[in-house]
C-alpha cells in the first residue's frame, strides 16, 4: 500500500528532553514537509524539503531540526529549545514541478509535561 | 502579510446543503484548496480551483473567485459522516508548493 506512516500517534516526555518524531512514505513523493497544528489555529508550516540532502525553514522553524537523508524518511527533532511543543505533528508529502496537492499523514500528538 | 478567513463552526441538518466560506489575502496566488479533516486524523484533499468558477465532485463542490478573494465549498445530501473541519489553504506564488492554511471550519451535522 502506498502511503504516508508516522509514528507513534501518542508520544509524551518531560521538559527538557529532545523528542525525534519519524515520518515514511512509499509514494516516490520528492518534496516532504512537517506541519504543526493547534486548536483554533490553521496548519502552520515548520520545516519543508524539495530533494534529498536539502531543506529550508518554513514560518515557525525556531526549537526544531530535520533531516533528510533518504528520499522516503523525513524525521522531525522536536528541541528543548521549543518553548510550547505540545501540539499535533503532521508530515505530508507532495510531487514538484507542477501544482500537486499534499498528502498528509496520520499524525503524532506529542505532549510535553 | 497573509490572511485567510473562515468561519470557526457550523451546524447543519442530515440531508441539507451547507456552504462553507473561504476569503483569502495573501501575497500571491497559485490556486485554492479545500481538505476535510475528522478529528485527530489526517487533512484528506477535496477539490482545487486555480481558475474561477465552480468545479463538481460529486456531493462536493467549490467554487472560486479570485478577483474577490473567495472561494466557498458546498456540500448537498449532508451525512453524519460529513461532520468534520473544512480546511481552506492558498498556494502562493514562488517555487515551492507552500501552503497557507486557515483555522479551519468545525461543521456539525445532525439527524
Known amino acids: 500500500d502506498g502511503g504516508i506512516t508516522q509514528s507513534p500517534k501518542y508520544l509524551f516526555r518531560k521538559e527538557g528532553q529532545n523528542v525525534t518524531l519519524s515520518c515514511e512514505q512509499n509514494?516516490?513523493?520528492?518534496?516532504m514537509y512537517w506541519y504543526r497544528q493547534d486548536p483554533g489555529q490553521g496548519l502552520r508550516l515548520i520545516y519543508y524539503?524539495?530533494?534529498?540532502?536539502?531543506?529550508q525553514k518554513g514560518d515557525i522553524a525556531e526549537g526544531y531540526s530535520v533531516s533528510r537523508e533518504k528520499k522516503e524518511s523525513f524525521p522531525l527533532t522536536v528541541t528543548s529549545a521549543q518553548k510550547n511543543p505540545t501540539a499535533f505533528y503532521l508530515c505530508?508529502?507532495?510531487?514538484?514541478?507542477?501544482?500537486?496537492?499534499?498528502?498528509f499523514g496520520p499524525g503524532t500528538r506529542l505532549t510535553v509535561t | 502579510g497573509q490572511n485567510i478567513d473562515q468561519p470557526t463552526e457550523m451546524t447543519a441538518t442530515e440531508g441539507a446543503i451547507v456552504q462553507i466560506n473561504c476569503t483569502y489575502q495573501t501575497s500571491g496566488f497559485n490556486g485554492l484548496f479545500w481538505y476535510q479533516q475528522h478529528a485527530g486524523e489526517a487533512p484528506t484533499f477535496l477539490s482545487y480551483?486555480?481558475?474561477?468558477g465552480l468545479e463538481e465532485k460529486g456531493r462536493f463542490s467549490s467554487f472560486l473567485s479570485r478577483s474577490k478573494g473567495y472561494s466557498y465549498l458546498l456540500l448537498k445530501e449532508l451525512q453524519m459522516k460529513d461532520s468534520a473541519s473544512y480546511l481552506c489553504a492558498v498556494k502562493l506564488s514562488g517555487g515551492y508548493n507552500k501552503l497557507i492554511f486557515g483555522a479551519g471550519t468545525r461543521l456539525a451535522v445532525h439527524p
Open positions: 505530508a508529502t507532495s510531487g514538484t514541478g507542477a501544482i500537486y496537492e499534499q498528502y
Open positions: 480551483n486555480v481558475l474561477d
Open positions: 524539503s524539495q530533494i534529498v540532502n536539502d531543506f
Open positions: 509514494l516516490n513523493h520528492d518534496a
